[in-house]
């Protein structure tokens, strides 16, 4: 099935009267969506301010009424997936079923070493993203779930209430390597990249080219279509400029709707009130309506 063309917004998270300021901009926008982080310090930047990401999400579901909320991506290494999933279901409940589900793997950033926790090995994280997104999956449909794996046991855990959206809130799964591919074929709603970090304009592309093909030859094994998953692309971590002018975005966007990208999450990491700010007023009332209406 054709996917309808998106674009959200990554929330700064540096205080909550600037964050609730900041996402009912994106709103008042017109963004599809609104997404938030969950780093406990940035991985890029560890002294920068940033809220805890279901917490803050909430709070930004009561003060919204329209754009869609996610997590990019929730960090399976913080959390136990039957807690995770029971966060899901208030957000989704308070918002009025405006939430998507972002999970990732994790990686070996700053924050671990705060929290005391050991990121393992790109295998051990691997195979735990598997069994959280199993159990989250099952949970979210309502199912009565028992698992017994290598990181993760459960016993009849049930969602009372269960979420808003039925079957169950959409599942973003961030993935670039062969077996974080495979459970986004199996899993997925939307599958997200974001390229690479600091990879050239045209290695970018290229990357995440070779990563939709892959997905879709995953897809094909298990007996999935591939058109069921919408294609995301974090922007902001390449060495592409899209907000140089908006002609630079629409030609950005052009470039990676011919290989199949239909949703984009603009990352700024701007205040609001400065050029950032202007830069996303300017996407949204000149780039995003040209871009809808071709």
Wanted: charged content about 20%; proline content about 6%.
């Amino acid at each position: 099935m054709a996917q309808q063309l998106r674009f959200g917004v990554v929330c700064p998270q540096p205080g909550w009267p600037a964050m609730l300021e900041y996402a009912q901009t994106i709103e008042a926008l017109g963004f599809d969506s609104l997404w938030v982080i969950d780093h406990i310090a940035m991985r890029m930047a560890p002294d920068r301010p940033v809220l805890e990401a279901w917490t803050a999400l909430a709070a930004i579901a009561a003060r919204t009424s329209r754009v869609r909320l996610g997590t990019l991506t929730t960090n399976a290494l913080w959390r136990n997936p039957v807690m995770l999933a029971k966060e899901a279901v208030v957000v989704d409940q308070v918002s009025g079923g405006r939430l998507d589900v972002g999970l990732g793997s994790g990686n070996p950033g700053a924050s671990y070493a705060m929290a005391g926790i050991d990121p393992g090995t790109a295998r051990t994280r691997l195979a735990r993203f598997r069994e959280l997104v199993a159990i989250v999956d099952g949970l979210l449909r309502g199912e009565t779930v028992t698992f017994q794996g290598e990181y993760y046991h459960t016993d009849a855990a049930v969602m009372r209430p269960g979420a808003v959206q039925q079957p169950r809130p959409p599942l973003l799964i961030g993935a670039h390597q062969p077996g974080a591919l495979r459970i986004a074929a199996q899993y997925a709603d939307t599958w997200n990249s974001f390229g690479g970090f600091g990879l050239g304009a045209a290695e970018a592309l290229a990357a995440t080219r070779e990563r939709a093909a892959r997905l879709d030859a995953y897809c094909a094994a298990i007996g999935r279509d591939p058109r069921q998953i919408r294609r995301s692309l974090l922007v902001g971590f390449t060495q592409d400029n899209p907000w140089a002018s908006v002609e630079a975005f629409r030609d950005f966007v052009g470039r990676y709707r011919a290989i199949g990208i239909d949703e984009f999450i603009l990352s700024l990491r701007g205040e609001i009130a400065g050029p950032a700010g202007a830069m996303l007023e300017r996407i949204a009332h000149e780039a995003i309506p040209a871009l809808r209406a071709a």
